[in-house]
């Protein structure tokens, strides 16, 4: 007997192809979100260069504003320690530290620095061409007199000028002996301070841009070494920005280039930072250094 299968049709399913709608679509999308996404990136690496370009600006006028002022309030304008006042430069006799005649003779003094309590300030250090202040013992204003010094060298020794309290504040330890070119009758247990000559710049360096410098004393050649950069760069001091100002006890500005450096009563020292990034729409930072000078 014959068996007759019932016929099996074979289902097909026909895929359909995008449209070129579709596609067009799809590719407009496409390019939106990825013009969203490289907009996004954008502003975020903007936004990563203006801050480090700005924390590397306040680093520069930080540096700056931090070293200067260590040399100035130390200086004594009435005992001639500024020595040029200028819009551009300003020269010191720097203060390497003081401390107190222990003995010695006429032209070596041995001196015990000064430490501070609880021996937290520098010590003093010495060296030849620096300047030995002899605080004159006078009943009227006062007066130190100064003395070239020839050679300096560390020796051991003790201050019996000192009591216990004072020992505490000197390093009666270890004295400085001082050869000095000219005879000088220092009182034992009177004060004395060094000074050594240095000089702060705005200069403009080889690769066109203004930078705080400093110039420190060569005693040997008597004559200052090369310029040392410190900080910068900044903006340059010809259109009336980064530079030093000067004003006396009254507040009244003193001429720039002629001042006179024992009229000084204070300094500013103006700070304009250079922006490496003019297209960054950043500020020109500007930071004010003001330090009154006390040892009037």
């Not at 540096?63 to 100035?72: G, H, R």
């Not at 061409?129 to 100064?146: H, I, K, M, N």
């Not at 060298?153 to 004295?175: E, K, N, T, W, Y």
């Not at 310029?227 to 760069?233: I, N, S």
Request: net charge positive.
């Amino acid at each position: 007997m014959l068996t007759r299968r019932p016929c099996q049709r074979r289902l097909v399913t026909r895929r359909t192809a995008f449209t070129l709608a579709e596609v067009l679509i799809t590719l407009a999308l496409s390019a939106l979100v990825l013009g969203l996404a490289v907009s996004v990136g954008a502003r975020l690496q903007h936004r990563l260069l203006a801050e480090s370009t700005r924390l590397a600006v306040d680093e520069q006028l930080a540096s700056a504003a931090q070293l200067v002022p260590l040399d100035l309030r130390a200086a004594s304008p009435v005992a001639g320690d500024v020595v040029e006042a200028r819009d551009t430069s300003l020269q010191l006799r720097a203060t390497t530290g003081a401390g107190v005649a222990c003995g010695g003779s006429a032209t070596s003094i041995l001196v015990a620095s000064y430490l501070g309590a609880g021996a937290r300030a520098l010590a003093l250090t010495a060296a030849a061409g620096d300047t030995l202040w002899v605080l004159a013992d006078t009943d009227s204003l006062e007066q130190w007199r100064p003395f070239r010094v020839s050679a300096a060298r560390r020796i051991a020794g003790s201050c019996p000028q000192l009591d216990a309290a004072g020992a505490q504040l000197f390093d009666v330890a270890h004295l400085w002996a001082l050869d000095l070119r000219d005879s000088a009758l220092a009182t034992p247990g009177t004060f004395v301070r060094l000074t050594r000559p240095i000089r702060y710049s705005f200069y403009r360096a080889g690769d066109g841009h203004w930078y705080l410098g400093v110039h420190s004393w060569n005693p040997a050649a008597a004559q200052f070494n090369l310029v040392q950069p410190l900080a910068g760069p900044y903006a340059s001091p010809l259109g009336g920005g980064t530079g030093f100002r000067y004003f006396d006890v009254s507040s009244a500005a003193l001429t720039l280039g002629s001042a006179d450096g024992r009229r000084v009563a204070r300094v500013e020292m103006q700070l304009v930072a250079e922006s490496t990034a003019a297209g960054l729409g950043l500020p020109a930072d500007t930071e004010r250094v003001v330090v009154a000078l006390r040892n009037r």
